[in-house]
């Protein structure tokens, strides 16, 4: 299972941090991801890291703002946000997945295992 937390309502220009921890047949997984959806938007990549942590991969809204973390000793994945803005608001879910080459994945289709979502607002 993957539960997301860390949601809320953040001012433009401030940092929040997501939370996902694994549990499970999850817990060592290959890769592990987020996507974000917006208010009638399809849901979207954001951020992506390989199990070490070692190789991590952004969307071009994000790169340079957003960066993705592990602690397997936790069993968690994190997403550090900073400098955010209005268009951040989404509902932001975790994703998890065993097949080492999801690294490359853009699309949620790849991803076998979700978490719930956990939403937060910027406000301006």
């Known amino acids: 299972q993957l539960q997301a937390s860390g949601g809320g309502l953040v001012q433009a220009g401030g940092s929040l941090r997501l939370s996902c921890e694994t549990s499970g047949r999850i817990v060592s997984a290959n890769v592990m991801a987020w996507f974000r959806q917006g208010p009638g938007e399809e849901r979207v990549f954001v951020a992506v890291?390989?199990?070490?942590?070692?190789?991590?991969d952004y969307s071009d809204s994000v790169k340079g703002r957003f960066t993705i973390s592990r602690d397997n000793t936790k069993n968690t994945v994190y997403l550090q946000m900073n400098n955010l803005v209005p268009a951040d608001t989404a509902v932001y879910y975790c994703a998890a997945d065993a097949d080492p080459r999801s690294f490359a994945a853009r699309s949620p289709t790849v991803f076998d295992y979700w978490g719930q979502g956990t939403k937060f607002t910027v406000s301006s």
């Open positions: 890291s390989n199990r070490s942590g070692v190789r991590r």
